[in-house]
């Protein structure tokens, strides 16, 4: 017996033994970046080559291996999508129906690649049928993409199992990836690609042919721009369309189609015809029906659907005076009648590899792969025309020693061997010629071989020198593609442009009176800041409810539509809509909900801000200034610091200031609370939009007690004391008139002693 043991090295089964020690942020980034090449290359962004990402193409050459061509009856979907996950593509089977749908539908693809019976889905935002339910064919538009796989004109490769076989690229001659666009998210990187018009792109790929250092202004002569499914029209300028067309990313502005439609007596109605692309029909109605529910556009009063297999929004105006562009404006601003298409052309390249790519890189990519495609079509031909020369050659000679071949064939037990000697033929030729029936090789004519040898010899001379000739490839390529361009000639129902090309600057700023229903109002707001507004213009003086122990501090007539300024004592002011104060039933709600105003900070004016008007600003220490409302206005909880305050100085007066086209006439009179007035012209005031301002008046004790701006035509007028009403008015203010900072002298007889002008 041997006692020598024979020792083998065998795997551990210890799973603990197979760890690796590496750092893991070093491991986790290996194993993400596979991923994230794996997401980029072999999932989400499409192949500039077919435009296809690989769900597509899979899809495309299932249908095509079950014969589903345009001219065939249709299959169910189901057995589609089963051919597709089982033998492509092992990923859920919902995902692969919808890629499906997708490729169906022809509100989302231009020139759809699949011919669906059934429920597709529709442009409201409905879901497909389950696809145990639809059917499917190609359309001859896939069929023209799939062009030239039985040609070799593009390599099969492996599928994941190794038990089948798929093409790497669709070798077809339509461009794809710029006629129905693509759009997929990666890792790191996106792609979003419109559809385009077939017809100009293929302009624009002649033009490269012809002239290949065309530059981009003459293929964007010819391309104008997307051309969407859904149609509607580009608005953007030409510049900026080219700008995004040369680097390849960019934005552009697509509105929807409309018409004014008269009904008579002077009503009319807008009518939407075309939406922007990927624009759910359904959400847009729910999104303009919350606008007239929400009263956001008064002026709309009502949107109704009446769409059948084409789009009609009908718009109903709130009356016949509405400007009809001004309520699609508007419309534009605050719905998804108007939206931003962001282009992004990042593909894959022939090697695989993602790079954004401007138009004319894009195009002259795509042309170099249809030169390959050509290039490996004519090798197949030429080698099949080799094929059938090489048997031709040997009918030829059967038919010239009909009978010899005829006597060989029924005497010899082995006849092809002697028959190869005899006659110098291949073992192919042999084989082709004991293959045919005896009835064949009467029939063979001498005058038909040599017609179609003849026929296949001078089109392998002409198929040697397109190989051997780039020229000639670009004219062949040329020829195809003008041949193709027929099919998709802007004169034909599929191929005429659906979206239009008009300039328009962006929509108009929407008047507040368009967003906000304009009622009259009376606002009240109490001495401890609670306010509200009653519908109507009230009496000002009513009995007004209010909290015990509060009462009223302001009131006053206004319209939802104006803006309110609140003046607070340390020179801060706020705005708010009138049409966001509460009802006036109850007492209303503390302004401090709304507005950020600090405790101890007292309100010292709420007024009407009249746009474009200006008021005077002035604080108890005598300073102040010309503000215009424009400057002031500020729609944020914590308002706008406008006058500056220091040693202990409040802002006390805030007045309106008359507009005038003569301002020599108007004047500023001071007061202060030493009883000392002066009068000045408005002219010596600075006009800021922030700071102390100026000396109005000096004091020695105490500070201001008002200022007011009057007509010095009209005099100075101040309300008598007293429930009367009355006012008195001293018309020669000449004792007052000084200049802006002085002290002052004491008051016209009869001047309030509460040294206020009201």
């Known amino acids: 017996m041997n006692d020598i043991t024979e020792r083998t090295d065998t795997p551990s089964d210890d799973p603990f033994d197979q760890i690796v020690d590496a750092p893991f942020d070093a491991a986790l980034s290996e194993r993400y970046l596979i991923y994230a090449m794996s997401t980029i290359t072999a999932r989400s962004l499409p192949d500039l080559r077919d435009g296809l990402k690989p769900v597509h193409r899979r899809l495309l050459w299932a249908m095509r291996l079950l014969k589903l061509d345009p001219a065939s009856g249709y299959k169910k979907c189901a057995r589609v999508v089963g051919d597709v996950i089982g033998k492509y593509h092992p990923h859920g089977d919902q995902s692969v129906y919808d890629a499906m749908v997708r490729l169906a539908q022809s509100f989302s693809l231009r020139y759809p690649l699949v011919d669906g019976q059934g429920n597709f889905g529709n442009i409201d935002g409905d879901n497909a049928a389950a696809y145990r339910y639809t059917e499917a064919r190609l359309t001859k538009t896939a069929i023209e993409l799939m062009a030239g796989l039985d040609q070799n004109g593009a390599d099969l490769k492996p599928t994941y199992n190794d038990e089948d076989e798929e093409p790497e690229v669709m070798p077809g001659l339509l461009p794809n990836l710029l006629a129905n666009g693509a759009s997929g998210i990666a890792v790191g990187m996106a792609s979003n690609i419109p559809s385009h018009n077939v017809a100009e792109i293929l302009d624009a790929a002649t033009l490269l042919i012809e002239n290949p250092s065309a530059q981009h202004a003459d293929i964007m002569n010819i391309i104008k721009g997307p051309d969407f499914a859904t149609g509607g029209i580009l608005v953007d300028s030409k510049e900026v369309i080219d700008a995004a067309y040369e680097s390849g990313r960019g934005a552009m502005r697509v509105r929807a189609k409309w018409h004014k439609e008269e009904e008579g007596r002077g009503a009319w109605v807008a009518v939407v015809t075309e939406i922007p692309y990927q624009v759910t029909k359904g959400k847009l109605i729910e999104n303009i029906a919350n606008l007239i529910a929400d009263k956001k556009l008064p002026i709309l009063a009502d949107i109704r659907d009446e769409s059948d297999d084409k789009i009609r929004l009908v718009l109903e105006p709130k009356n016949r005076a509405v400007d009809p562009d001004l309520l699609m404006d508007s419309l534009f601003r605050l719905s998804d009648l108007e939206n931003r298409f962001s282009l992004n052309m990042n593909v894959l390249d022939a090697n695989r590899s993602p790079h954004v790519m401007g138009i004319g890189e894009l195009l002259r990519h795509w042309l170099a792969h249809q030169i390959e495609v050509l290039v490996r079509k004519s090798n197949y031909r030429l080698i099949k025309i080799d094929d059938r020369l090489e048997l031709l050659g040997g009918y030829i000679i059967a038919f010239l020693n009909l009978d010899r071949v005829i006597e060989i064939i029924r005497n010899e037990d082995e006849p092809k061997p002697i028959m190869m000697a005899e006659f110098n033929l291949t073992d192919r030729q042999t084989e082709a010629i004991l293959n045919m029936r005896l009835r064949s090789l009467r029939k063979l004519e001498e005058m038909e071989l040599k017609t179609e040898q003849e026929t296949l010899l001078k089109e392998r001379e002409e198929l040697v020198k397109l190989i051997d000739s780039p020229a000639r490839q670009r004219t062949q390529l040329k020829r195809d593609i003008a041949k193709l361009r027929k099919n998709y000639a802007q004169d034909t129902i599929l191929g005429a442009r659906r979206t239009l090309l008009v300039e328009a600057s962006a929509p108009r700023e929407i008047p507040l009176e368009a967003m906000i229903e304009k009622e009259s109002i009376t606002v009240i707001m109490s001495k401890r800041g609670w306010i509200k507004a009653m519908k109507g213009h009230a009496a000002l003086d009513g009995d007004f409810k209010f909290k015990e122990g509060d009462g009223p501090a302001f009131a006053f007539h206004a319209q939802t539509t104006d803006k309110l300024l609140i003046a607070t004592a340390s020179g801060r002011f706020y705005t708010l809509g009138a049409d966001k104060l509460p009802g006036a039933r109850g007492f209303g709600e503390p302004l401090g909900t709304m507005v950020d105003i600090e405790a101890g900070n007292d309100i010292i004016a709420l007024t009407n801000a009249q746009i474009n008007g200006r008021?005077?600003?002035?604080?108890?220490?005598?300073?102040?200034?010309?503000?215009?409302?424009?400057?002031?206005?500020?729609?944020?909880?914590?308002?706008?610091?406008?006058?500056?305050?220091?040693?202990?100085?409040?802002?006390?007066?805030?007045?309106?200031?008359?507009?005038?086209?003569?301002?020599?006439?108007?004047?500023?009179?001071?007061?202060?609370?030493?009883?000392?007035?002066?009068?000045?012209?408005?002219?010596?005031?600075?006009?800021?939009?922030?700071?102390?301002?100026?000396?109005?008046?000096?004091?020695?004790?105490?500070?201001?007690?008002?200022?007011?701006?009057?007509?010095?035509?009209?005099?100075?007028?101040?309300?008598?004391?007293?429930?009367?009403?009355?006012?008195?008015?001293?018309?020669?203010?000449?004792?007052?008139?000084?200049?802006?900072?002085?002290?002052?002298?004491?008051?016209?007889?009869?001047?309030?002693?509460?040294?206020?002008?009201?």
């Open 615 to 758: 008021l005077l600003l002035v604080s108890s220490n005598g300073k102040g200034f010309i503000a215009k409302v424009d400057d002031i206005i500020a729609e944020t909880r914590k308002g706008r610091q406008v006058v500056n305050q220091k040693g202990g100085s409040r802002l006390k007066v805030v007045r309106s200031v008359p507009e005038l086209s003569d301002n020599s006439d108007v004047y500023i009179a001071v007061i202060g609370e030493n009883r000392k007035l002066v009068v000045f012209p408005i002219s010596e005031m600075p006009e800021l939009a922030k700071g102390q301002g100026v000396m109005l008046q000096r004091y020695k004790d105490g500070g201001l007690s008002d200022a007011i701006c009057f007509k010095m035509s009209n005099g100075l007028s101040w309300a008598m004391g007293g429930d009367s009403g009355r006012t008195r008015t001293e018309s020669d203010m000449s004792l007052w008139r000084t200049a802006r900072g002085a002290a002052g002298r004491l008051p016209p007889t009869g001047f309030p002693k509460n040294g206020k002008f009201d």
